[in-house]
């Protein structure tokens, strides 16, 4: 699904240099839960702008769905974020002046899906993360866990193959991180692929898979047993 | 491009952000209605000014007697100067190829009355040429003619507004009145676009006024039109001949200035059409200035517009909008509020000014008016700049990397 070889990235930092990847080879098959782990500054969100072609690396291959990722233009990197990719972000990033559904609606709208099969679509997934009654809410007028589930919501609604979440529970108490936790494991469990920043132990547990970095370098990738985030919380 | 889709989302933002719609669109409409306005008010200077100058005829000299201020040929100074019949009989016979018509003018105040109504109106004894010169316009009967002149007729044709003060609402035509103790028979009303003091005189062939002062020959003044094709240049040294010429036939010193007056509505216009041009063209930087601070006002509105959803900007692209469908959604809904509040600011200008109407004539302002070219030219332009000023921080905006904008708080 994904496959990225010797990635390099750095970032100007006034007269010096500051190299974020050093060299990242990394492969994800369709399916996997992958955590990224690190302290601040050892790369990872970059790692994952870069994954989610928000952002572009220096060097390397990038292959997405055996599609290269290759010298994009912004309006061809916006059609594949569309069709390939949805986001979760830590501080939600949702519209603030339209509804939840709205929010929700809005991928269709640039995939240029019809009005009606929108709303149907964006109604389903909402009640798929569990808030269909609260469709027609603001986003000030959720909590932040709701907030993430519109995002989450936002996310599958363009029926992505890989969702990108960057300290996704970053914003969240435990117990609506616990929360959170379950529905990603659920779609998780429906075959999507999930990659997940976090520098929390514990959710990073809640993956199939931990990948650990460190000034820019791999230094860990193992397959762990995953914890399921209902038995948890309980 | 301009599907219903993107008509919704516009209308969806425009409505969830009413005060930032609010702000930009009264931008807009303000610049347009003082574009307007200065505009209309600017013609309506202009239009003030033709009045004074256009409503008599144009191709017009007037001559008046004076009093000598220098001695000359054996005639002492302080003498007073007095036209008579003759005066207008040698200058036809002396400038045949240049005149058009000649007329004396005799005014004197007099009461007028008609059964119980009486007022006190200026009388002006004329020959028939007189009605070109004033322009004046016979709505009912006829005005003197050459038979009256030459009958010495008591006839008169009276102003319209005579004929409102002393008959009411009856016809005035075939009626007797009483001009200073002596009957005469209204052969005619006018009406004059010079306003109505214009419309409360009376004119009678001068022959009669002769008559009845001991049967003089004097005049008081000659009024002549010249032949419109002489041009402002022949207009000139015609003007100069025949001040040459009356010094000469009474003796007036070349250089006396009091002796004779000459006025040339030809000059007199010129130097008007100047003025005008010079109003005009003040009228039209007010209104280029008016403009400007519209199109900066609206560039600034969108840079601040564009700037603050810098980060909505960013999460509509992280989820797949393509620069296109930004720089295009932030256009759509520019030239959307542009045109909008500047066809609002359009009408409510026009319709202003057209409550103005000729209220504001004490400050020389008559009938304010904006021609439609200019209106909706000023909007084209307002609207253009509008886009212009939306898409250059939108299409920054559009290059800008998600992750930036999404960082942007």
Redesign the interface.
């Given at each position: 699904m994904i496959e990225i070889k010797d990635l390099h990235k750095s970032y100007a930092m006034g007269q010096n240099a500051l190299h974020v990847l050093k060299g990242i080879n990394f492969t994800v098959q369709e399916g996997e839960m992958v955590a990224i782990m690190g302290s601040s500054g050892s790369g990872k969100s970059t790692l994952l702008n870069i994954l989610g072609m928000l952002d572009v690396a220096d060097s390397g291959s990038y292959t997405l769905d055996n599609n290269p990722i290759k010298n994009l233009d912004e309006t061809k990197a916006a059609i594949y974020r569309n069709k390939f990719l949805g986001f979760v972000f830590q501080s939600f990033n949702l519209i603030s002046y339209k509804t939840a559904l709205e929010n929700v609606i809005l991928p269709l709208y640039y995939q240029k899906v019809g009005r009606k099969e929108r709303q149907e679509r964006a109604q389903k997934y909402l009640e798929h993360v569990g808030l269909g009654p609260w469709a027609s809410h603001h986003p000030n007028e959720l909590s932040g866990g709701q907030k993430q589930r519109v995002a989450i919501a936002r996310a599958l609604v363009s029926e992505p193959k890989v969702i990108l979440a960057d300290e996704p529970t970053g914003a969240l108490d435990t117990n609506t991180s616990y929360e959170l936790m379950e529905l990603l494991q659920a779609i998780n469990d429906q075959g999507i692929t999930l990659l997940i920043v976090t520098h929390e132990e514990d959710i990073a547990r809640m993956c199939k898979r931990i990948v650990h970095l460190r000034d820019g370098v791999i230094v860990e990738d193992k397959k762990v047993r995953q914890v399921k985030a209902k038995r948890d919380v309980e | 491009m301009w599907s219903r889709?993107r008509w919704?989302?516009m209308f969806?933002?425009l409505r969830?952000?009413k005060l930032r719609t609010a702000l930009s669109g009264f931008t807009v409409a303000m610049g347009i209605f003082i574009f307007v306005l200065l505009f209309g008010f600017g013609n309506g200077l202009k239009n003030a000014f033709e009045e004074f100058f256009l409503d008599d005829s144009t191709n017009t000299i007037w001559l008046y007697p004076g009093q000598t201020e220098k001695p000359f040929r054996g005639f002492k100074a302080k003498r007073r100067i007095i036209f008579k019949n003759n005066d207008l009989t040698d200058i036809e016979q002396n400038f045949p190829f240049f005149i058009d018509y000649i007329t004396p003018r005799i005014s004197r105040g007099a009461l007028v009355k008609h059964g119980k109504e009486s007022n006190n109106y200026t009388v002006r004894a004329v020959a028939p040429g007189h009605q070109y010169a004033e322009k004046t316009i016979v709505t009912k009967g006829r005005y003197i003619n050459e038979s009256d002149v030459n009958d010495k007729t008591k006839y008169a044709t009276i102003g319209r507004l005579v004929e409102r003060d002393l008959f009411g609402t009856k016809t005035a035509l075939g009626n007797h009145i009483d001009i200073g103790g002596i009957s005469f028979k209204v052969i005619g009303v006018f009406k004059d676009e010079g306003g109505d003091n214009e419309e409360r005189l009376i004119y009678i062939p001068y022959t009669t006024r002769q008559r009845i002062e001991k049967s003089n020959d004097r005049i008081d003044q000659i009024i002549l039109a010249f032949r419109p094709e002489l041009g402002y240049a022949g207009a000139m040294s015609l003007e100069k001949k025949l001040n040459t010429f009356m010094r000469k036939k009474h003796n007036i010193a070349p250089n006396d200035r009091r002796g004779i007056f000459v006025r040339n509505v030809a000059a007199d216009l010129k130097q008007s059409q100047q003025f005008a041009s010079v109003l005009q063209i003040i009228v039209t930087f007010v209104g280029l200035g008016t403009l400007l601070a519209g199109i900066i006002g609206i560039s600034n509105i969108m840079v601040f517009v564009v700037k603050e959803r810098t980060?909505?900007l960013?999460?509509?692209?992280?989820?797949?909008?393509?620069?296109?469908?930004v720089v295009g959604m932030i256009l759509h809904e520019s030239i959307f509020i542009t045109a909008l509040s500047g066809y609002v600011g359009l009408l409510t200008g026009v319709g202003v000014l057209a409550l103005i109407g000729d209220s504001l004539e004490e400050f020389f302002i008559i009938n304010p008016y904006i021609g439609t070219n200019t209106a909706v030219g000023a909007t084209m332009i307002l609207i253009l700049f509008g886009a212009i000023a939306g898409y250059i921080p939108a299409r920054r905006a559009?290059?800008i990397?998600?992750?930036i904008a999404?960082r942007d708080e």
């Open positions: - | 889709d919704r989302e969806l933002t969830k952000n980060k909505e960013g999460i509509r692209k992280a989820i797949g909008a393509t620069p296109k469908a559009a290059k990397k998600p992750i999404l």
